[in-house]
Nanobody
């Protein structure tokens, strides 16, 4: 029901900034939670930040004070502003949509855990 397309990744020097965007499209009524996760080389996927439709945010300790997540509900788009980037921020960043409300023709239902294809962020030291 949901397609997620990320953009904004790339190569940046340590201390620099990048802004990721993720646009959701498809047949749905609303998305409760959108977020960003990352998978560093050789490691498991981990939480970066999430934001609900009402604006409540949650951040991983490693990015607090440096990254800011925001959301435009009218555009079904979530952003991640990344400042003061470090080499250890190098990873594939994935957009996530969770608790998606959709109308099935007879009633509203909820679907969970949709993922984008990922965008590479590389921070050179």
């Amino acid at each position: 029901q949901v397609q997620l397309v990320e953009s904004g990744g790339g190569l940046v020097q340590a201390g620099g900034s990048l802004r990721l965007s993720c646009a959701a499209s498809g047949r749905f009524f609303s998305i409760n939670t959108m977020g960003w996760y990352r998978q560093p080389p050789g490691n498991q996927r981990e939480l970066v930040a999430t934001i609900t439709s009402t604006g409540s945010t949650n951040y991983a300790d490693a990015v607090k004070g440096r990254f800011t997540i925001s959301r435009d509900n009218a555009k079904n788009t979530v952003y991640l502003q990344m400042n003061s980037l470090k080499h250890e921020d190098t990873a594939v960043y994935y957009c996530n949509a969770d608790r998606v409300k959709y109308y099935s023709g007879t009633k509203f239902s909820q679907a969970y855990d949709f993922w984008g294809q990922g965008t590479q962020v590389t921070v050179s030291s």
